[in-house]
């Protein structure tokens, strides 16, 4: 073989295989994004909490197009509210927070509830959250409607 032959045999073997590579990120969709927060009840106030929840938080949610996957009470001694919600990606959540964050409605709740308790006077004390992808050894989770959350 001549030194010509083996260059331009060598250049089109090599973009063969990078014609044919696929990248992991390429081969796979997406992960979906999931949202964990659990919000802390301040001593005595968990009713509060959980009227909160009821009467504003997940309307409001609703109000976005967002439908937590459940929620839970916490147990022990820090009492509050925990909740999953599950996004497309980050630019979904980012969205939906933005439209949360200026719900008309939503604004005013906020707002009555800081003016009847002062921003100290608060039920909720604080606010936990983590994003989260499924691990590729994870079960498959599924919705109360059977949809599965990967």
Known sequence: MTLAFRSTFCALAAAA???L???????QPAKKLYELRTYAAAPGRMKDVEAEFQSWI????????????AYWSNEGDKPGVTYL????DQAERDAAGALFRHDPETS???ADATAKY???????T??????????DFSPHPKTA???TLD
């Not at 919600?85 to 497309?88: A, L, Q, S």
Request: hydrophobic share 55%; proline share 6%.
């Open 85 to 88: 919600m599950v996004f497309k």
């Open 58 to 69: 997940i309307p409001g949610l609703a109000r976005v197009g967002v439908k937590p996957v």
């Open 126 to 135: 604080g606010a936990d959250i983590r994003l989260m992808t499924m691990t």
């Open 17 to 19: 295989l990078a014609a």
């Open 118 to 124: 002062g921003a100290a006077g608060r039920a909720m």
């Open 145 to 147: 409607e059977g949809a």
């Open 21 to 27: 590579a696929v990248t992991p990120a390429a081969a």
């Open 108 to 110: 005013k709740t906020q």
